[in-house]
Every structure is written in C-alpha cells, then in structure tokens.
C-alpha cells in the first residue's frame, strides 16, 4: 500500500463544477504540499499546510493530521484548472524529502 | 514567493554523451536542494538530496557514478548524466529548501525535459 494515496485517480469535470480532490496518508507528517503540474510538465506549489485551511483565490486546502486526510477543492472550475494535481507529504526532519501520491489527473470540459 | 530555475528547460542527446542540468535558487539561500526523475504517467520519485559542500545522499537504485551531484554553492546545484542511455530519458526537476524559511518550506524549478536518441 502506498504511504500517500489519491483520489480519484482521473476525474472530468464540466465547467463551473465544484471539484474535490482527496489525499491519504499513513505517516505521521510535518507539512502536506499540494502541487500542480500542467501537461508541459513544470511544477507549481499550491499549499503548504500543517493544520487547519488554507484558501488561495478559488483554491481551498484542508488538512485533518488526526485523520491523516486533506482534500484540496477548486469553486468555479475553468478549463484552465485542467492539470495534474498531486499530494505530497513531508515527514519532516533535517533533509526534508517528500512522498508524492500519484496525482489526480483533472480535465475540465467547456 | 521563492523562485527556482533550472537549465536547460530540454536537452537532446545522443547516447553515450553526458548531459548537465542546473538548479538554481534565484532569490534565497538553499542549503538543501533535492532531485527527483518523473517518467511518463508516473509520479516523481526522488533520486538524491544535495547538501552544499558535501556529498549528495543518493536513494537506493540510483547510481552515483552516473548521476553527479554537486552541490558547490548555496545557490546552485547541478546533476550530471553521464553516459546517457535512452532509458535515462526522463524530466528532471530539482527543488529547493529555503535556508532562511520554516524547514518544510520547498520550491520547484520548472523542470529539464531530457531525451536521449
């Protein structure tokens, strides 16, 4: 079983749909990441969080360290949400490396 | 926020070259920077954490005599390929940690596109 899962795997959703992505993980953490990578590969960190909620523009993240959860939400979905998005935990330490879940791949129609 | 670059965004070469990828933290100080490889449809899996002035700590399966890490100063690290094989043909993406930021503070550059014919 992976130490970081993902869900869905694949989700296609209409514009102007509320989307949620789910992550679990079975390791204690210090900090999740959520990250976002558009088809040209490149890399963009969404949120850091370590407790509680975070909100940045139509993008929500919230963190559960008791349930070992957090979902990452996106309001009035657009066409230009449509990415991979990926979970990762880090489990804290000097050296810091993150696990990464496989991503949730997202595809938002018009 | 923080901003990592790397170079080149995409290389092609031919097998049996070697091939050297940059990562640089462009507005803070990174004692700490990290390589990860991504196949296609696969999620990243990290391959060394580079400390600046010392060896770099490699994961197990990934050979240190054929991907060079140096680390040599607090902005820059850079991982060589050498003696490409097409299988080594991958995108590559470093990451950063901000020295002076909270310790799980990360930063990704862009990513380097490596194909070998």
């Known amino acids: 079983k992976n130490e970081v899962e993902q869900s869905p795997q694949n989700l296609t959703a209409q514009e102007g749909e509320f989307i949620t992505i789910n992550c679990s993980y079975s390791v204690g953490i210090s900090a999740l990441h959520w990250l976002q990578q558009h088809p040209g590969g490149g890399i963009v960190s969404l949120f850091m969080l370590s407790s509680g909620k975070k909100k940045h523009g139509r993008l929500i993240a919230t963190i559960n360290i008791q349930e070992k959860h957090s979902s990452l939400h996106i309001t009035a979905s657009h066409p230009r949400d449509s990415a991979v998005y990926i979970c990762?935990?880090?489990?804290?330490?000097?050296?810091?490396?993150?696990?990464f879940g496989k991503g949730t791949k997202l595809s938002v129609k018009p | 926020g923080a901003v990592v670059s790397q170079h080149p965004s995409r290389v092609i070469c031919k097998s049996g070259t070697s091939v050297k990828i940059e990562c640089r933290s462009l507005d803070f100080q990174a004692t700490t920077m990290f390589w990860y490889r991504q196949f296609p449809k696969q999620s990243l899996m990290l391959m060394a954490t580079?400390?600046?002035?010392?060896?770099?700590?490699?994961e197990q399966g990934v050979e240190k005599d054929k991907f060079l890490i140096n680390h040599a100063s607090l902005t820059l690290s850079t991982l060589t390929v050498t003696s490409a094989h097409p299988e080594d043909s991958s995108f590559y993406i470093c990451?950063?940690?901000?020295?002076?930021?909270?310790?799980?503070?990360?930063?990704f550059g862009p990513g380097t596109r490596l194909t070998v014919l």
């Open positions: 580079s400390n600046e002035g010392s060896k770099a700590t490699y």
């Open positions: 990762a935990v880090h489990r804290g330490g000097s050296q810091g490396n993150l696990i």
């Open positions: 990451s950063a940690r901000d020295y002076g930021g909270a310790a799980d503070t990360q930063y």
